[in-house]
């Protein structure tokens, strides 16, 4: 596990690649095209991710058939959800924590593109 700083440290990083790209392109676009762009940008920082990230379920100790797809799983140990609604809702907040709690992972970041200002659509979410 990371330790604080040095997850600091990655989400400022994400949160900069995630700046970079509503700065270039901008709200009113597809979920899926920020998510691509956003690939390029986490590369380009030389952060390791995946995408589409497998998340089991898991109901009183047993592993079902059905997953959870985190957008992205970053340095592996921040767990980032793009969005691109008129506004987030408490909802989006309880997915990303669901999401953290059976990957294990202490840290989320959820980003809405769709933001006139991409800080007014951003939510650092983590647990003990």
């Not at 990371?2 to 597809?30: F, Q, W, Y």
């Not at 609604?85 to 769709?114: C, S, W």
């Not at 933001?115 to 983590?126: E, I, P, Q, T, Y």
């Amino acid at each position: 596990m990371l330790e604080e700083p040095e997850n600091d440290s990655v989400t400022e990083k994400v949160i900069g690649c995630a700046i970079e790209v509503h700065r270039n392109l901008g709200p009113g676009l597809l979920e899926s095209t920020y998510c691509e762009c956003l690939s390029w940008e986490l590369g380009d920082a030389g952060l390791s991710y995946a995408r589409q990230v497998e998340i089991p379920v898991i109901y009183k100790g047993r592993r079902l058939s059905a997953m959870y797809r985190a957008d992205f799983v970053v340095a592996d140990h921040v767990v980032v959800e793009i969005k691109a609604i008129d506004r987030l809702a408490p909802v989006h907040e309880a997915q990303l924590l669901t999401y953290m709690k059976h990957a294990g992972i202490r840290v989320g970041l959820l980003f809405n593109f769709h933001s006139a200002v991409l800080k007014d659509g951003l939510r650092r979410l983590g647990f003990q």
